[in-house]
C-alpha cells in the first residue's frame, strides 16, 4: 500500500506566497509609475532670471535669451538672421578678454522665430568663481547694448535676400510665407531703415531673460541679478512706423507654380502663454492622428505657438485636392471622425512620450529654457501630466470645430498650371 506524502506547500504557506507576489507586483508598479525625477527650477525675485542647481553637470552654462519680433515671413526671417550676424559680429571681441580666457569659457549663438540664444558654456571647476563670471557677464550686456552700424549690412542683406528666393520656389515654403504675411503687421519703413532699432529693441535690457545650469547656480544667481533689469511686460514689441494690420481672414490664389496644386489652410493663435495652451496642445495633436487615418489625404500641419502669437496651418495637395474644390466637406469629415477613445489615446500618448523624454536630464535643462523665455510656472515640469489630465474632451472638440470650420481661417492656393 503506497504511503500517502504531505503536500509540498500547506494552505498558510500558500496564502503567504501569494501575499508575497502580490505585494512585489504592486512595488513594482508603483515604480514604473513614478516617472522621472524633475530638476527644480527656481526663480531670482523680480527680475528674469531662473536656474537649476544641479551638482553632477560638469558644465555650468549661462544663456541669455534675447526677446525678438515674432518672424513669420520671409523679410522677418531675413530679419531674424541679420540680427543674428550683427550679435555675433558685435560679440567677437568678447572671447579674447582676459575673464574669458581665465574661465576657459566658449561662446555659442541661435536663432528661433521669436528669440535669440546666446550661450557661455565654462567647465564646473570653475563654478565658484563667481566674481570673474559676474565681469565676464558684464563685459557681455555692454557689448550688446553699444550698438556699431556695420558698412556691409546692405551686403549682408542681398546675399540673405539671394538664398531666400531659392528657398521660396518649394511650393510649400511659398504658401506659408503669404500666410506669414497675412497675418503680419506691414511696415511704411524698409527693413534696413528699421534694423538699428530692431537691434536695440531685442538687445535691452528689460527683454533679456537670463538661465544658469550646473553646480553652484544659487550663489551665482544672487550675484548676477544686480546686472539684470525687470521686464517690461507688453504685447507690442513691433519696431518702426506701420503701414496697415494684418489681413483679415481671406481667401487667396497664388499664380500658378509646377503640376501639382498645393492648398493651405492656417489660423491665428495667441501664443505660448496663453492659459489654454494645453487644450491647444492636444487639440493639434489629436487632429495629427486624424489626418494619419485618411487613406487618401495627403496634408501635414505647421504649428507655432510663440511669444504672445502663433500660427496653425494646413498643408494640402495630391490628387485629391485641385485648385477649385471646397474644402468643407473634408473638414466636416474630419471632425465627424473625432472621438473620445481617439482624443484619451492621444492624450496618454503625449503624456507617455513626455515621460520617456523627461528621463533625459539634457532634455530638462533645455525645457528650462523654454519655461523662462515664456515666464511659465517654475514648477511646469512636474505638473505637465496632470494639466493635460485636466483637459476637458469637450473643450478639445470645440478647438477641433475651430480649427476646422472657423470663418476666421485663412485660405490660400497656389495652383498647377
Known amino acids: ?100 580666457a581665465f574661465l576657459q569659457a566658449t561662446l555659442s549663438t541661435a536663432i528661433a522665430p521669436d528669440q535669440l540664444k546666446i550661450v557661455i558654456t565654462l567647465s564646473a571647476d570653475h563654478a565658484a568663481q563667481t566674481d570673474a563670471i559676474h565681469d565676464l557677464t558684464k563685459q557681455l550686456l555692454q557689448r550688446l ?33 503669404h500666410f506669414g504675411e497675412l497675418i503680419s503687421h506691414r511696415h511704411s519703413v524698409s527693413a534696413l531703415q528699421r534694423f538699428a532699432d530692431i537691434y536695440h529693441n531685442s538687445t535691452h535690457l528689460s527683454g533679456i531673460t537670463l538661465t544658469l545650469k550646473g553646480p553652484d547656480s544659487e550663489a551665482l544667481a544672487q550675484r548676477l541679478s544686480a546686472l539684470l533689469s525687470s521686464p517690461i511686460v507688453s504685447n507690442n514689441r513691433r ?42 496642445l492636444l487639440t493639434v495633436q489629436t487632429l495629427r492622428q486624424l489626418i494619419q487615418r485618411q487613406s487618401q489625404l495627403t496634408a501635414r500641419l505647421i504649428w507655432k505657438s510663440l511669444d504672445k502669437q502663433g500660427y496653425l496651418a494646413m498643408m494640402l495637395h495630391g490628387s485629391s485636392i485641385d485648385a477649385n474644390s471646397d474644402l468643407t466637406p473634408l473638414m466636416t469629415t474630419l471632425l465627424t471622425q473625432l472621438d473620445d477613445a481617439l482624443i484619451d489615446d492621444t492624450r496618454h500618448r503625449l503624456q507617455n512620450t513626455y515621460r520617456e523624454q523627461m528621463e533625459s536630464l539634457t532634455a530638462q535643462l533645455n525645457m528650462l529654457d523654454t519655461i523662462a523665455f515664456y515666464r511659465l510656472p517654475t514648477d511646469y515640469l512636474s505638473r505637465f501630466e496632470t494639466t493635460l489630465d485636466a483637459v476637458n474632451n469637450a473643450d478639445v472638440r470645440d478647438n477641433m470645430r475651430h480649427f476646422l470650420t472657423s470663418n476666421e481661417r485663412y485660405q490660400i492656393t497656389l495652383p498647377a498650371y
Open 1 to 100: 500500500m503506497l504511503e500517502a506524502k504531505p503536500p509540498l506547500f500547506n494552505r498558510t504557506y500558500l496564502k503567504i506566497i501569494i501575499g508575497v507576489v502580490a505585494v512585489a507586483i504592486a512595488l513594482l508598479t508603483a515604480g514604473q509609475r513614478s516617472g522621472p525625477e524633475f530638476i527644480n527650477i527656481k526663480k531670482q525675485p523680480e527680475v528674469p532670471l531662473y536656474y537649476a542647481n544641479v551638482d553632477q553637470l560638469e558644465t555650468l552654462e549661462l544663456s541669455f535669451l534675447l526677446r525678438t519680433d515674432v518672424a513669420l515671413n520671409g523679410e522677418q526671417q531675413l530679419l531674424q538672421q541679420l540680427l543674428l550676424q550683427q550679435v555675433e559680429q558685435q560679440l567677437a571681441g568678447l572671447t579674447a578678454q582676459p575673464t574669458f
Open 145 to 177: 547694448s553699444t550698438y556699431q552700424p556695420d558698412i556691409g549690412l546692405e551686403q549682408r542683406w542681398a546675399r540673405l535676400e539671394a538664398a531666400q528666393y531659392l528657398n521660396l520656389k518649394d511650393p510649400e515654403n511659398r504658401l506659408l510665407n
Open 239 to 280: 519696431h518702426g512706423s506701420l503701414d496697415m494690420a494684418p489681413t483679415d481672414p481671406t481667401s487667396v490664389r497664388l499664380p500658378p507654380q509646377g503640376n501639382q496644386t498645393y492648398r493651405l489652410t492656417g489660423l491665428v493663435l495667441p501664443g505660448r502663454q496663453q492659459p489654454q495652451f494645453a487644450t491647444e
